[in-house]
């Protein structure tokens, strides 16, 4: 006979003592809710510096709006010098003040052009071709007046202070 037989006690194994144990409480759900104020004013911090991001990528894209016009428009008139000469003085006329540009003409027109634009090519190059292109007959190519257009049309900036337009 055994020793636990003799003694009166029932064999106990590892399992069983196993399942005698209570089951441990749940524990609460963790919140998401930031404990810290630190973390709130972060938050808000973020909410407002994307807020401001999208108003000013908002009011860019209005403010180019003409570019992309323009750019559009370049894209369909080759080199040709007439086609090209009305797109830039639109162009100009809705970057700049009208009391500035309205009244260039001839070799004024060619240098704001070249101090706007951030280059030569329009006083000496095939910008030339602006100065007589409205009164010409006939289509007139002139190599490189493209390119030349779509360079200023990106690049203009606003004139300096000080410098007449």
Do not use: C, K
């Amino acid at each position: 006979m055994s020793d636990e037989a003799i003694s009166g006690r029932s064999v106990t194994t590892l399992i069983d003592l196993l399942d005698q144990l209570a089951e441990p409480a749940e524990p609460a759900p963790v919140s998401m809710m930031p404990e810290t104020i630190g973390w709130a004013v972060l938050a808000a911090l973020l909410v407002a510096l994307v807020g401001w991001l999208v108003v000013r990528t908002v009011r860019r894209r209005r403010a180019n709006a003409y570019r992309r016009e323009a750019l559009a428009l370049l894209a369909g008139a080759g080199d040709d010098a007439q086609a090209i000469a009305p797109i830039l003085r639109r162009t100009a006329l809705a970057a700049y003040p009208r009391e500035r540009v309205a009244g260039l003409s001839g070799a004024a027109w060619l240098a704001f052009l070249d101090r706007t634009g951030g280059g030569p090519g329009f006083r000496s190059g095939p910008g030339e071709a602006l100065v007589s292109a409205p009164y010409r007959d006939a289509e007139w190519e002139t190599p490189g007046l493209g390119a030349l257009a779509v360079r200023w049309v990106r690049r203009h900036g606003p004139v300096r202070d000080g410098e007449a337009a």
